[in-house]
């Protein structure tokens, strides 16, 4: 009989035991869920979101995709010792806020017939705003103009162009580059070979 009222004693105290214990756990997930809202709101607060406002696991995030934008949530959440919906939340975020702007292919430009890039410095005749800014959507509208950069110095503007060949390049420049106004004057360098091209932003 004392047996048995130990026994019946022991178990009650053993049901009472994980009861705690479960409670323990349920109230340490609120607590996480909690701190990690908290955390979502103040980063809705940032209006001017900056390279100040990631953690190492954001720039590792960010250098992953941009090596390989292909990888999966569950593969880039093991790289970082990360489970994958905190790594997806962070994803979101990222491109949510505009580290991340796309996603793109990147074509092999020579395998699709355009094996010559040139580099076109331009000098503007007027330098009115009305001018400029027609200037801008007239080169923006060459599909042939792959970069377009406004830049200090004797030049106002760098062109970055991915064309076929120097036939089609005289052809661009007569046709197409030349009916773009108030251009004074445009001076061309050809890249004859590639030593570094990285998409990539050093991080």
Known sequence: MIIYISYKFQKKRLIILVYICNWIIYLFILFLK????????????TDNFSSENLDIIDFDLLRMLQKDAKLTTKEIAARVNL???????????LEKEGLIEKYTAIVNAEKVGKNLTVFCNIILKEHTKEIVNKFVRDIVSLKEVVECYNISGDYDFLLKIVI???KHYQYFVINEL?????????HSTFVIGVTKHSYSVPL
């Not at 990690?36 to 103040?42: H, P, Q, S, V």
């Not at 030349?178 to 445009?186: H, L, Q, R, T």
């Open 34 to 45: 909690i701190i990690n809202l908290f955390t979502i709101a103040e980063m809705k607060k």
């Open 83 to 93: 489970s994958p919906t905190p790594v997806y939340e962070r994803i979101k975020r």
């Open 164 to 166: 076929r060949d120097m």
């Open 178 to 186: 030349g009916s773009v106004e108030n251009i004074g004057n445009a």
